[in-house]
């Protein structure tokens, strides 16, 4: 962290991050980036501030995955409403992302990240007052709204503050390694609320670190703003609500209403229609929501469907696992989130490894080693029994979150490294919305093929329906693997890789 604080700072600038200091004259202010003319005590505490956010959103993630068995005895949910439960967020999360990144281009980074934080305090105080599933599902969309507003304008931050690339690497490697903390606090705090005060004590957990993020955001946080904002595209926000919305419909409700009902196969057809609109709205407008130039660059579009793929992955990983340990092997919530512990450790760890290597070597050998893992371990899982010791466990859940670790940082700093500063947000959104639409479509997919096997009561059936759950996440975790190969047998074949024209354009400085 030191390093961070220090990389370009010293000694070239020894006076920055002192207030009421005249800069020295051999050194000309305007070569000093703004971000870091603007952060009084250091930019590490920024980061630290930034990083808040995303320990916020990963603690109530895998807090409220582990609480899910509670709050479907205490609210008579179905599959299918607890399903609900953790897609009304990520629907709603990634339909908002790219607008959330627009919004902090033209108004400012830093006010659209302290009123995302509001939101979400907001809402989880809501959530935690719910007096039915339909309005902890409605608090939960709340939730959402705030939340999409935190990783696109705490990205687009950090990538000012750090510009040059081994530096961004560190920082975005710090960045997974806190997601990764959040993510091992959150099962075993979220087991021990559930287990002292109820699933309710869930969404208590994030109000405290709430306030504190905010406060922190208003003294340390500089800002920054695109220097040309993109206009508002509310046709293309709409069709990206209506094309996620129905698509989760069609998944979530299609094993028990039948997959030829007419509400399934409507909510299908009007999702692939609107998508079709969005494609030839977007290609026409100059500022669209979606700016498919940036696709143009493979090694950019190929990282983004890595980034489908792999919270796709977790997603269905955490949502299996918990009802596997709570409902199979009648652990309790607590008991449950301490088995799930390794992984959280796991990818905390590896994550902050990969951001080593990323400075070093680029992200193409982490994510090819992370498809692997995450496959083998799924493959792995698919051979669960009701008594499977825990040591299989241990080494399963470690390698899942291992592989988990490499692939986040490398898709994240990959994704960030491939567009102009000046894009900062417009990538942040797009890599954001790609992992909230894979949450969507793991908790979706998994949960149906789950849903369509299942004989009797989640507690009688599980063992024999959840074979093919597991087999479904080792096959995505082979197309991460696959499409490292591939970008990397692009980039052999043509060194200079053609790129959109957005993403020729010169690097600004804050």
């Not at 009304?88 to 108004?107: E, I, K, N, P, Q």
């Not at 680029?362 to 029994?385: D, K, Y």
């Not at 491939?418 to 949450?439: E, F, T, Y």
Request: with cysteine.
């Amino acid at each position: 962290m030191k390093s961070l604080l220090h990389a370009t700072v010293t000694p070239a600038v020894p006076w920055a991050g002192r207030a009421g200091v005249a800069p020295l004259r051999t050194v000309p202010a305007a070569a000093v980036p703004a971000a870091v003319r603007g952060a009084r005590p250091g930019r590490a505490v920024a980061l630290g501030a930034c990083c808040m956010s995303l320990f916020l959103t990963g603690l109530d993630n895998t807090a409220v995955n582990v609480g899910l068995p509670a709050i479907g005895a205490q609210l008579h949910a179905s599959v299918a409403g607890l399903q609900w439960v953790v897609a009304a967020y990520t629907v709603v999360l990634a339909s908002l992302l790219m607008l959330a990144g627009a919004l902090a281009d033209r108004f400012g980074r830093k006010a659209v990240f302290q009123t995302g934080l509001s939101l979400f305090t907001l809402g989880s105080w809501l959530c935690s007052l719910a007096p039915s599933l339909a309005w902890l599902i409605a608090f939960r969309v709340l939730q959402a709204a705030g939340a999409s507003m935190l990783n696109p304008a705490a990205l687009g931050i950090i990538t000012n503050m750090f510009s040059r690339p081994a530096e961004r690497a560190r920082a975005v490697g710090v960045w997974d390694a806190v997601f990764g903390l959040s993510m091992a606090l959150g099962p075993v705090a979220g087991g021990a609320l559930i287990g002292a005060v109820g699933w309710r004590g869930i969404f208590w957990a994030n109000i405290p670190v709430g306030l504190a993020a905010i406060s922190l955001t208003a003294v340390f946080v500089p800002d920054s703003r695109a220097r040309k904002a993109r206009r508002a595209d509310p046709h293309g926000q709409s069709l990206v609500i209506v094309i996620l919305a129905a698509l989760a419909l069609a998944i979530i409700e299609g094993p028990g209403l039948g997959w030829a009902s007419p509400l399934v196969v409507g909510a299908a057809v009007v999702s692939v229609a609107a998508l079709v609109l969005l494609l030839a709205v977007e290609r026409r407008r100059p500022e669209p929501l979606i700016d498919l130039r940036l696709f143009r660059n493979a090694r950019f579009a190929a990282l983004t469907a890595s980034a489908v793929l792999v919270t796709a992955l977790l997603a269905g990983w955490l949502f299996l696992s918990t009802l596997y340990l709570q409902d199979v092997r009648g652990e309790s919530a607590a008991r449950a989130g301490l088995t799930i512990l390794p992984m959280p450790v796991a990818m905390a760890a590896c994550a902050a490894l990969a951001g080593r290597v990323l400075a070093r070597r680029g992200p193409r050998v982490p994510l090819a080693v992370a498809g692997l893992a995450l496959a083998a371990s799924c493959a792995a899982l698919s051979r669960l029994t009701g008594s499977t010791g825990p040591a299989f466990l241990l080494a399963t859940y470690s390698m899942f979150g291992a592989g988990f670790g490499l692939a986040s940082a490398s898709v994240t700093n990959g994704i960030m490294s491939a567009v102009p500063k000046s894009r900062a947000s417009v990538a942040s959104g797009i890599n954001s919305a790609s992992r909230q639409l894979g949450m969507s479509l793991g908790v979706a997919v998994t949960g149906s093929v789950l849903a369509s096997s299942m004989r009797g009561s989640v507690h009688a059936g599980f063992l024999h329906a959840a074979p093919a759950s597991w087999l479904v996440l080792a096959g995505c975790g082979a197309a991460v693997l696959r499409l490292s190969v591939a970008t990397a047998a692009r980039r052999r074949r043509r060194p200079r890789l053609a790129t959109a024209p957005a993403v020729r354009e010169s690097a600004e400085a804050r």
